[in-house]
């Protein structure tokens, strides 16, 4: 499993939290001189009365299929059964998932502990009854910053090596220059390291953030988190006002903004094949066109980045989703394993560097990423900008994902695939919220006569489009 993306900073208190005397059916949980016995499922809590005691509402979206917590400004998301919980925007990869219950939605203690209440900005403390509920997350260890700057002709590259995953988010000031916030941390810059750069002027440790002072006009234009080993990447350059788009684009959009459909593969690039000769090139444009009938039966304007037969480079599909300033685009494709057994969906995201979330959805990435008729050799330094792109975008691609996904595994009753990230040259470069939907696998016998059926492909377009309505809501 990776963690790239997000630091996870769940890692830290397992070992510190012993277990505390409960009863056998409730367990006390205490804050700010309240309490409430909260019924237990096993070794789970039900969650609702837990969060109600620090003030912090609950509400199931029945159209999403995710549980939202709101508690002042902070906003938590999570899917039950996904090990997944966004939370302020930031996606956390959890050991473990929550799961229905009778009274809506229960989960262990780490769980509580780590991917609900760390987020909002407290802890539980075992005491001889229960929990108690104390404010301060529990992460706020010093984390060590030594930075190291790259001057190049327009732009500087200034990394922030730090000596442990945390959390951390880099926004311009308002003074000018940037400021790196550590949500979990106190960042500590390491004195022996020597910065020298001719756009930073200064750069300083202050409670939980690094302020970077930057010559005149210099500013952020993009940054992101990398880890092995975990460092914050910050492109510094002048920032420039956005230029106004140019006639052509103008004239090739006209109307709302759609959402691209990308039917994956076309003309001489077939994909997979199953064994009864269906191609994927036909099935995405089959479940593709199904998909656009959808939407716009909705009321949402869509554009696919291929006609029937046609092939497209992998990169212009992103490049026309960019110059029609989509809303969104979600690239069809059908799987292939060398395990005949293997069926289902899979949604992906764009993960920012290259690994994936496990070697199966590294496999899938490589065998789509040598689709396409045009070359994409592009250099390191191109991906890296590509990379950039998306990052903006890459919270609600996930978010997007999440959404896609809880329909298909409703579908197609399926518990055991999921999200994944992986480095889809396909996704590079969309700078809009960005899916890959791998809508089954041809090489399962069984699911490629399933796939062949119109109605089939009738309900994957509707589950895919409920979501897609989902995510836009
Ligand atoms: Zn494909």
């Known amino acids: 499993m990776r963690k790239a993306l997000i630091f996870s900073f769940l890692f830290l208190l397992t070992a510190s939290l012993l277990p505390a ?32 005691l620090i003030g912090a509402g609950a509400e199931y979206s029945l159209s999403a299929g995710t549980y939202v917590v709101a508690l002042g400004e902070q906003r938590l998301q999570f899917t039950p059964g996904h090990k997944l919980v966004l939370a302020n925007g930031v996606l956390l990869n959890t050991k473990e998932a929550a799961v229905p219950s009778p009274g809506g939605i229960a989960a262990s203690i780490s769980f509580v502990d780590q991917s609900l209440l760390g987020p ?36 500087t590259t200034l990394v922030l090596t730090l000596d442990r995953a945390t959390a951390a988010v880099a926004e311009p000031a308002e003074d000018g220059g940037i400021v790196v916030r550590f949500d979990d941390s106190s960042p500590r810059l390491d004195p022996t390291a020597r910065l020298q750069s001719r756009r930073v002027r200064s750069i300083t440790s202050n409670g939980r953030e690094v302020v970077i002072k930057t010559s005149p006009d210099i500013g952020l234009l993009n940054s992101h988190l990398l880890d092995d080993p975990p460092r914050v990447i910050i492109e510094l350059g002048a920032v420039i006002p956005k230029p106004t788009p140019a006639p052509a684009q103008a004239l090739e959009r006209s109307g709302p903004p759609p959402i691209v ?40 304007a869509v554009r696919l980045t291929r006609d029937d037969g046609e092939g497209r480079a992998l990169t212009d599909r992103t490049a026309l989703a960019n110059r029609l ?38 496999a899938t990435a490589k065998l789509e990423n040598e689709a396409g008729e045009a070359s994409d050799e592009r250099s390191d330094l191109d991906l890296i900008l590509w990379d950039l792109a998306q990052t903006s975008a890459l919270n609600e691609s996930a978010e997007l994902a999440v959404a896609v996904q809880t329909r298909l595994n409703a579908l197609l009753d399926l518990r055991d695939r999921g999200v994944k990230q992986a480095p889809f040259v396909v996704l590079t470069g969309a700078t809009m919220p960005a899916i890959l939907v791998e809508i089954g696998f041809l090489s399962n016998p069984a699911e490629a006569s399933r796939l062949a059926r119109p109605e089939h492909q009738q309900e994957l377009a509707r589950a895919i489009a409920t979501g897609i309505e989902a995510f836009l809501r």
Request: no cysteine.
């Open 325 to 362: 300033e989509a809303k969104l685009f979600v690239s069809l494709h059908a799987n292939a394993s060398t395990f005949s057994s293997v069926r289902g969906a899979e949604t992906y995201y764009m993960s920012l560097d290259a690994q994936a979330t496990d070697a199966a959805a590294a």
């Open 120 to 155: 909002l900005g407290f802890r539980l403390e075992p005491i001889p009854q229960g929990y108690r509920i104390a404010p301060g997350a529990r992460f706020a260890d010093p984390v060590s910053v030594r930075p190291a700057a790259a001057d190049f002709a327009a732009t």
């Open 21 to 52: 005397q409960e009863s056998m059916h409730t367990v006390e949980f205490q804050y700010a001189g309240r309490s409430v016995l909260v019924p237990k499922l096993g070794n789970r809590v039900e969650v609702i009365p837990i969060l109600a």
């Open 261 to 300: 459909i990308d039917p994956g593969h076309g003309g001489k690039d077939t994909g997979a094949v199953g064994g009864n000769g269906l191609t994927e090139r036909d099935l995405t444009m089959a479940v593709a066109q199904r998909l656009a009938a959808e939407l716009e039966a909705r009321g949402l």
